[in-house]
């Protein structure tokens, strides 16, 4: 009688798949760390022994999950950016008229300036720096291209809800939004207590001008 070998199967997907997720949910935790101190020192002043010495883990263990500064803070601004780009949705979706998105939008964008300052600076200072260096152009190239799609999502819902049609490319609206907040944001950041109305009346103005009946 001959006897049949069977072999079990096993998943090897499933067990990659936890340690895989551990590491990225580890990656994750460092990052949000870091963030406050990135946000704080900004990237020519940050180095992995510096974000160490300012949150509880060691410079090794930074090291290890992070190859360099540039890995971890592209990966810090990508995490952050992922949700900023989707927070304007639920304003979007929320609006009857146009002149209530006009409101909630404006009124969204002072209260991210005001609480996520330090890191809109980071954004800023990242993109910066990616006039000069090769390496963060990629990362700076795709976030600028997700906040655009994002402004240009605002302005389609506006345009629809006023009945008219946007009279400006997705650069232009978002190149106009984007210089406006970046204005009030440093003078925000400078002490300026009329910045975040500046970008409230600002941003309400902006809109409607970008739209014209159809």
């Given amino acids: 009688m001959t006897q049949v070998e069977t072999t079990r199967v096993v998943e ?9 997720d551990k590491f ?20 020519a002043r940050t180095s992995l022994r510096e974000i160490a010495q300012k949150t509880t883990f060691s410079h090794g263990v930074l090291h290890y999950y992070f190859r360099d ?5 592209t990966f810090c601004v990508r995490r952050y950016k992922a949700t900023c780009v989707t927070r304007y949705d639920a304003v979007i979706a929320g609006a009857g008229t146009a002149a209530a998105l006009a409101d909630d939008f404006a009124e969204a964008l002072v209260t991210t300036m005001r609480e996520d300052f330090a890191l809109h600076r980071l954004w800023y200072d990242l993109r910066s720096q990616s006039t000069f260096e090769d390496i963060l152009r990629p990362t700076v190239a795709e976030l600028d291209a997700q906040l655009e ?22 650069l232009v609206a978002y190149a106009t939004f984007d210089g406006l907040f970046e204005n009030c944001l440093v003078r925000h950041i400078g002490g300026d207590a009329g910045a975040a109305g500046e970008l409230r009346t600002g941003a309400r103005w902006l809109i409607g001008t970008l739209v014209r009946p159809a």
């Fill in 12 to 20: 090897p997907s499933r067990f990659d798949r936890r340690s895989v």
């Fill in 24 to 43: 990225d949910a580890r990656r994750n935790e460092l990052a949000d760390a870091a963030l406050v101190t990135l946000g704080e020192l900004g990237y």
């Fill in 69 to 73: 500064k540039i890995e971890l803070i």
């Fill in 149 to 170: 799609a994002m402004i240009w999502r605002v302005v389609q819902r506006y345009a629809a809800l006023a009945g008219g049609r946007p009279v400006v490319s997705t």
